[in-house]
């Protein structure tokens, strides 16, 4: 009787038993991607570095998988930051450029994401999960009129965002210069003079009596110089207020923001996003603002490092991403949480000044930097992954991977199997496991702009990893590192080498690309070369496939990818400005009493 008792409730207790084990085992986990930007990958410590302390990176990578050849798509925001979203090169999606224009320069520009794109954090949505994004976008933000936000984090599959839907850049801060197209504000700086001193001649000759000059001609000079004027004046010296902005969703909450509060508003929105999803699968792109320029003057870090004002603002980084780090785990989510490190692309080395020094990144002994094509210290960047318990604490990957391979990573571990359009990327997870020993990366396509001028290959019966170069870009001035006189380099006519052959290297011997190969010091030259041109006529040919519509995979509708980065897609327009209040008196300032000034204990 006992016996028969005792035995079904046994039996209810080892199913109930079971039933937790496998919801355990079947819940999905959550992701924490931290992208710095610019940032060099010589001045993290795991990757090198012995004179900037990065101790919380550094324990990312001591208790995970840190990457050697990890290499962005691209060498400048906009585009490495679309190709990273996507899985796809930034040439599918229209982000590139074909001119010295290379990034989005005005958030009320029309270029950006298209929306017939898909990123993983939409992907993800589709999988129940809930999506943010804190920090930096650039990726645009309307099409036709201000309000559309055809381009915003929202469409792009971030349940919530916060932060800057454009960047942090110079002319945020008041007295640090002014980054976007310099020469041409000149220009019309001087044509207004130019006008302004005509139309002032002709007055005095007409009222001094010298001279009769119509009254049309008079009025005629009079609108040329006030339109000269507008031109200069209303785009770019106004432009604290049109691209500085923070928004909330849709919504404008500061404009212009507030630049010294803007890495503690970051961070507790970040940790309170964590915090408010913990009981369900999230994902979160945790974009920092640092490290572009102008470079933070946080009291807290002021002077403790032993690289000025560029080193402070790196053992910030530092900081922040141990507080979210200590936030996943104080919440016991690190064993169900992927957190992964990197950068958008290398350290800008020509941004420096007399009064600051060098405020750029380090890019170790990777020739190059950030704006320099397919140079290796451009798009060479960190890659760290942590996941206890799932990944091996302390393990070296040698093998190339790329921020493309983010998107089939995170879809395998969020189990999404429904069909999908041409990836770059592969699922990473079989490398970091130690699941296999080689990735899957057998060439590599590196763009500058819309122009491809390097190509990678690791053939599988070899250790080497060979690159050639089609094109350069022309530092200056001569024999200089950089394109210093431009302070970036670009990518067309004048301003780079062809080279017929390309040059050759090979990465496993000659990291630094300091010493091209020829026939008669590799012995498989022409097989090396053979074996890229053909690789590359395969790429090039699946830019010219048609691609069906995001919305249904199994669809027939072909989308036909429009430039992002041509002049009427970028330059300033009135309408498509987001504003806080009535245009063009835009101003607000945000309640910020839920954070909390940084504190070093």
């Known amino acids: ?77 906009s585009p490495s930051r679309a190709a990273f979203m996507t899985g796809r090169y930034a040439i599918r999606s229209g982000m590139v450029s074909t001119g ?57 599959g971030f349940s919530y965002f ?34 302004g001193l005509g139309l002032f001649t002709m007055v005095c000759v007409r009222v001094l009596g010298l001279y009769q000059v119509s009254l049309w001609l008079l009025v005629l000079f009079f609108l040329l110089s006030v339109a000269a004027a507008a031109v200069w004046i209303v785009p770019f010296k106004f432009l604290q207020t049109w691209n500085c902005i923070i928004m909330r969703n849709q919504d404008v909450v500061e404009q212009p923001m507030t630049v010294e509060t803007l890495p503690q508003r970051l961070l507790a929105e970040a940790q309170n996003f964590i915090k408010r999803n913990a009981d369900h699968p999230f994902l979160l792109l945790f974009s920092l603002a640092h490290i572009h320029t102008p470079l933070f003057k946080s009291p807290a870090f002021a002077g403790r490092s032993r690289h000025g004002r560029y080193g402070d603002n790196l053992e910030e980084v530092d900081w922040i991403i141990g ?32 009064l600051i020094g060098q405020k750029g990144g380090w890019n170790g002994k990777y020739k190059g930097g950030k704006a320099m094509g397919g140079w290796e210290g451009g798009i060479r960047v960190p890659g760290i992954f942590r996941w206890p318990g799932r990944l091996t604490a302390g393990k070296v990957v040698d093998e190339p991977t790329s921020l493309m391979d983010l998107y089939p990573t995170l879809k395998y571990l969020a189990k999404d199997t429904k069909p999908d359009r041409h990836s770059d990327g592969f699922n990473l997870m079989p490398l970091l496991e130690g699941k296999v020993a080689r990735s899957e990366h057998t060439f590599m396509f590196h763009y500058c702009g819309a122009y491809m001028n390097a190509a990678r290959w690791h053939p599988p019966d070899s250790g080497s990893i060979f690159k050639v170069h089609f094109f350069t870009p022309n530092f200056s001035p001569l024999g200089a590192g950089g394109c210093y006189n431009t302070k970036v380099c670009f990518c067309h006519g004048e301003y780079v080498t062809q080279h017929r052959p390309p040059l050759l290297f090979d990465l496993y011997h000659d990291p630094s690309e300091s010493h091209p190969l020829m026939p008669d010091t590799e012995p498989r030259y022409a097989e090396i070369l053979e074996q890229i041109s053909r690789a590359v006529e395969r790429h090039e040919q699946t830019l010219e496939q048609k691609e069906t519509s995001n919305d249904s995979a199994s669809s027939t509708e072909t989308v036909r990818v429009q430039n992002q980065m041509t002049w009427d897609r970028i330059l300033w327009r009135p309408w498509l400005q987001p504003c806080c209040g009535t245009f063009p008196f835009c101003g607000c300032k945000e309640n910020a009493t839920h954070f909390k000034a940084f504190s070093l204990v």
């Open 1 to 77: 009787m006992r016996s028969s008792v005792l035995a079904p409730l046994l039996s209810l207790l080892l199913t109930a038993g079971g039933h937790v084990t496998g919801e355990e085992v079947d819940k999905k986990p959550n992701f924490v991607l931290m992208m710095v930007d610019d940032l060099g990958i010589g001045d993290i410590g795991c990757y090198g570095n012995d004179t900037i302390r990065s101790p919380n990176i550094d324990r990312l990578a001591s208790e995970g998988v840190k990457l050697t050849q990890h290499i962005a798509a691209a060498p400048l925001c």
């Open 323 to 354: 507080k979210v780090t200590e936030t996943v785990d104080s919440l016991n989510l690190s064993n169900n949480t992927l957190m992964y490190f990197t950068s958008d692309h290398g350290g800008h080395l020509e941004d420096s000044d007399s």
């Open 100 to 156: 010295r224009v290379q990034v989005l320069l005005f958030l009320g520009g029309s270029g950006g994401l298209p929306p017939s794109e898909t990123t993983f954090a939409k992907r993800l949505q589709q999988q129940g999960y809930t999506t943010g994004l804190i920090g930096k976008w650039h990726l645009g933000l309307n099409c036709e009129h201000r309000g559309d936000h055809c381009h915003h984090p929202n469409q792009h």
């Open 162 to 195: 916060y932060g800057l839907p454009f960047t942090l850049f110079n002319d945020c801060v008041p007295g640090e210069g002014s980054d976007v197209l310099v020469n041409l504000q000149h220009s019309l700086y001087n044509l207004t003079l130019l006008l």
